[in-house]
């Protein structure tokens, strides 16, 4: 071996050691030819040049391997065969962009149906996130619980299963429950109420108010931000009454003065100390206070008050459980405890039939959300829809758009651009255009969600948690990826199976278009979704319209509704006027205040007629009586009979129809017999259609029962809501219950805004202290029952027509477009002698053809998908077939109008111009 | 193939030097990978090939590209030596690159840019 040759495979040897560097697979692949070049160079430098020559060699090759090597690590690490080779993505986006201005109209389309797609998904994912998914504003939420009674009727509220149905538990219950419990690391009890102040100049003033006990604030981590909260003994009936304020109404009420605190406030009645001040980032819990209802005042609940001694339903507890119970551990214990509690204390929680009052709990963020998460589900899913067909509408744009493209495509791989590298570039394309659309997107979730705060009904709670913020940005910064890079992928893979000379040569001219199957697949998609959306707003809006139909059994133009709680009324009146005789029997006072506020009303002009009722129709009716018929035994327990107590005028002034027996007279007293009107529901359900005329029922009432002659039949009126349906309710005359708020109906051909000012000022003559609550018109109070639904099915229906409409412009546009690559065939076909009716003919039936198997699919789904609405609807089947097939023909018009221009234009082809261009 | 749209000629970008250059060598004979850096050094000049690891890189494009492909060797040939030849894709992409260029030399020349340089 020469000299020469061993210098050379010294130098391969220390070369190959610097080839070490590159990723392995690289150097299996290509390492024995970069060493024979090295060695041949090597070589010859050596051989002509010298030890300059060598060593300027050497720095050549160290640079070459450093310039290189990122390249190579960086496709071994991608797993791809290349590497950043023919243009950094840098100049892809660079020539992507340009591509893209060439056709801002593409762009602007693509980008716009990205964005709507994107921002309806944004919008109502913020809501999802800011209701179920954000964790309650306290330390260590999922250990907190709320706690109430359990009817032993339905334990899950609105058939959720793991959502007990809580109602409020009476005082003693919870003090004994608090006693014996052991799941517990602290538990406090919560009751709503209101209080009046007259301490600040505009005259007094109902607020709400919470008494609450004092483990509370320790629970939700709040110390007061001024003054203090409350002295264990303040607690206590014996101690002076004081105060907490909020944040807001320091501010309001007292402008931020910290001299607030130790100042009296004029309660009615009683004066009390306002002893402290919230902090500014107080939350009282949404399960109990919803936003609309957030108590300014904040009261010691005192146990020991004259008030909680009767086994009524007050509060609720609030508990933080102990480390390590779960709910359903504390469930079982708080259903034995309720168990004990029933044989031991039977007043107010055991039942004639054996059953007893349960107790229970839920999480507290379940219990804030309740059945929230249906709906938000539903309406989150209609946006998932709208962005699927969103995305398969960009990917039938982009598909056709590189279809016009392929052209350039073949010279770009021509030139050495491989196929990756042209995926590559229509991604790139793709990606920009998901930004943008994106960008577009989130600007109409800010609109979207600010509409949705603005009309969503207040009984979805956490609604002023709900915001954009980074969290849902990046949720619809990933989603926008997605979306156009799936849409993009679609299209790119599809087009760049060819190989590139084809491509060259038959660009443009081809019959039969490469793409037309997957085309055919994005628009009956399309099709396919819009009918699952319209099927589900037109299901929705089918309810409400049925919700609105309903006849509720009254006449309801011209009247006005009003509440006045007369057991605070003779408080007031009391107070105000302490000179009066002995007071009369309890019951008496409270049907002369009836008559006081109802005589007060109707002096008003303009009244034509006024009525009472202690229960108003879409209202909660507050009052069940537990009733017997004759052949009942004394435990027989009838469910979901509505009482009301009304005056002898309220059939007449409602405009409710009596239907058999007579109504009501002044001579129904309460010393006469004890007489009754049933409803027809009642009748049917309660009497099996027996003829109930005479008939006498009994009313329990503690050990007795008293008896009631049924003297007549009314049409059944709507209690809550019009989609419960008709329900069993009977009616007493006032003068024969004690009904301790009067509900005014006020008959007038006035304008509500006339009218209700001089009710009003009426009301001021009897209650000078308290406004009377609940002042407005019956229609008013109908179309808040029905705000959900409305809103329910103006969204899904909102979401539908850009649906519709987007997938109407796939269908226009993806046929439009293929006419345009077909002008030549539809020109051979007209001069080899076919009609221009065959033409059209041929045009329109292969559009309707995609879209009409679309619609087949998307009725398919359609019954698959409605079924999560049933629990929405009302008066209507899931899968209704009217709604089905008036969706259809909608869908067959649109689809129709659609292909129809493109199928003219088909037709108005010259085929001498055509073959011209041959 | 012609290049007959202007548009088309600017639609596409240019191919990089050192591409054409490799496929010009490529254009009258076969060569190994270090003939072909010899050839492309000599034309480039101050562009030139770094390296072997450069060149390989390079190599290994566009021979996924379908513009190269390996060639027989000789057969008295180093068997470690890759011997490289144009594919007919190759051969198109270069002559459309040369029309390209030429394409711009008749604008430099209708815009008199050349005048009294080149041929006229």
Known sequence: ?918 | MSVDSREEVAEVEPLRPLVFAILLSLNEQHRHGYGIMKVVNRQLRRRALLGPGTLYRTLKELREDGLIAYAPAPTDADSRRHYYQLTPQGRRAARFEAARMAAWVDVARASRLLEGQVGE
Not at chain 1, 487 to 493: E, V
Not at chain 1, 547 to 560: H, N, R
Request: aromatic share 8%; hydrophobic share 45%.
């Open chain 1, 1 to 918: 071996m020469t000299r020469h040759s061993s210098a050379v495979t010294r130098a391969v040897r220390r070369y190959r050691r610097l080839l070490t560097l590159f990723p392995s697979d690289y150097r299996e692949t290509v390492s024995e030819e970069v060493c024979q070049v090295f060695r041949d160079e090597y070589s010859d430098v050596r051989r002509s040049g010298g030890a300059v020559a060598v060593s300027a060699l050497w720095l050549r090759v160290i640079l070459d391997v450093a310039v290189s090597l990122p390249g190579a690590w960086r496709s071994a690490l991608r797993g791809t065969k290349r590497g950043a080779g023919m243009g950094s993505w840098m100049q892809d986006l660079r020539v992507a962009a340009r591509s893209l201005a060439r056709r801002p109209g593409f762009a602007l389309s693509v980008a716009i149906t990205l964005g709507l797609g994107i921002g309806a998904t944004t919008a109502i994912y913020s809501v999802v996130d800011g209701v179920m998914i954000r964790p309650l504003p306290y330390d260590e939420p999922s250990t907190l619980v709320a706690v109430g009674a359990l009817f032993p009727t339905g334990e899950w509220r609105d058939g959720e299963p793991g959502l007990q149905d809580l109602t409020r538990i009476s005082m003693p219950s919870y003090l004994q429950f608090r006693e014996r419990t052991r799941s517990f690391e602290s538990l406090a009890a919560i009751e709503k109420t209101d209080v009046y102040l007259s301490d600040v100049g505009d005259g007094p003033e109902v607020v709400r108010a919470a008494r609450v006990s004092s483990e509370l604030f320790e629970i939700l981590g709040a110390s007061p931000g001024l003054g203090r909260t409350f002295f264990p003994e303040e607690y206590s009936d014996a101690s002076e009454d004081v105060l907490m304020i909020t944040y807001g109404v320091w501010q309001r009420r007292y402008g931020g003065d910290p001299s607030v605190v130790g100042r009296s406030v004029e309660r009615v009645g009683l004066p009390t100390t306002i002893v402290g001040v919230l902090p500014r980032d107080f939350r009282p819990p949404e399960a109990f206070f919803p936003s609309d209802e957030v108590p300014d005042f904040w009261i010691p609940l005192q146990t020991d008050d004259r008030r909680y001694q009767r086994p009524r339903p007050v509060a609720y507890g609030l508990g933080r459980l102990r480390r390590g119970t779960s709910v359903e551990q504390a469930r079982a214990e708080a259903g034995r405890i309720a168990a004990d509690l029933a044989g031991e204390f039977p007043e107010g929680n055991a039942f004639p039939d054996g059953s007893h009052l349960g107790i229970g709990l839920n999480g507290l963020h379940a219990q804030t959300v309740g059945t929230t998460g249906r709906a938000l589900g539903i309406f989150l899913g209609a946006a998932g829809l709208l962005l699927l067909l969103a995305a398969m509408n960009a990917a039938t744009l982009l598909l056709a758009r590189s279809l016009d493209r392929s052209r350039e495509f073949g010279v770009r791989m021509a030139l050495g651009a491989g196929r990756r590298r042209i995926v590559r570039l229509l991604l790139t394309e793709a990606g920009i255009l998901s930004v943008v659309g994106g960008a577009f997107g989130v600007l109409l979730a800010y609109g979207g969600v600010g509409a949705f705060l603005r009309y969503a009904p207040s009984s979805i709670p956490r609604l002023s948690t709900v915001a954009v913020d980074a969290r849902v940005l990046a949720v619809a910064a990933v989603v926008s990826l997605g979306t156009g890079i799936a849409a993009g992928l679609l299209s790119a893979l599809r087009l760049t199976r060819r190989g590139p000379w084809e491509r060259l040569q038959g660009a443009g001219r081809s019959f039969a278009e490469p793409t037309s199957g997957l085309r055919a697949v994005l628009v009956g998609g399309q099709m396919a979704v819009a009918v699952v959306l319209l099927s589900g707003a037109g299901l929705l809006f089918g309810s409400f319209v049925r919700i609105t139909a309903v006849d509720p059994g009254f006449e309801p133009k011209g009247l006005i509704t009003m509440s006045e709680n007369i057991e605070r009324l003779h408080r007031v009146r009391v107070f105000t006027a302490p000179e009066g005789g002995p007071p009369p029997s309890p019951i008496t006072a409270l049907w002369q205040g009836w008559d006081i506020v109802l005589a007060e009303l109707g002096a008003v002009p303009g009244v034509e007629a006024v009525a009472g009722t202690t229960n108003l129709p879409f209202q909660s009716p507050s009052w069940a009586p537990r009733l017997l018929l004759p052949g009942d035994t004394p435990d027989t327990w009838r469910e979901g009979i509505a009482g009301y107590a009304i005056t002898p005028g309220y059939l007449e002034t409602m405009g409710t129809e009596l239907l058999r027996g007579r109504a009501f007279e002044r001579l129904d007293g309460p010393d006469a017999e004890l007489v009754a009107l049933v409803n027809q529901s009642f009748v049917r359900t309660q009497l099996r259609g027996t003829d109930p005329i005479d008939m006498v029922v009994r009313r329990t009432e503690g050990d007795d029962a008293i008896p009631i002659r049924i003297v007549g039949v009314v049409e059944d009126v709507v209690q809550t809501r019009a989609e419960e349906g008709p329900r069993a309710a009977i009616y007493v005359p006032y003068t024969q219950y004690g009904g301790a708020v009067v509900r005014a109906v006020v008959r007038t051909t006035l304008p509500a805004d006339v009218i209700v000012p001089e009710l009003r000022r009426a009301a001021g003559r009897f209650n000078p202290i308290v406004p009377p609550s609940d002042l407005g018109t019956m229609r008013g109070r109908m179309l808040a029952t029905r705000t959900t639904p409305r809103f329910q099915a103006m969204l899904i229906g909102a979401f539908a027509l850009v649906a519709m409409l987007l997938a109407a412009a796939g269908l226009y546009g993806s046929l439009a477009h293929a006419v345009g690559r077909r002008q030549r065939e539809f020109g051979v076909r007209m001069a080899l002698g076919a009609h221009r009716a065959g033409v059209l003919r041929m045009v329109l039936g292969q559009g309707m053809r995609v879209s009409m198997a679309g619609l087949a699919l998307g009725m398919i789904a359609t019954l698959w998908f409605t079924r999560v609405l049933e629990s929405f609807l009302y008066g209507v089947e899931p899968n209704d077939p009217a709604t089905l097939l008036v969706v259809g023909a909608v869908l067959v018009l649109v689809s129709a109008a659609a292909c129809l221009a493109p199928a003219q234009r088909a037709t108005a082809v010259d085929p001498v111009t055509v073959l011209k261009a041959e």
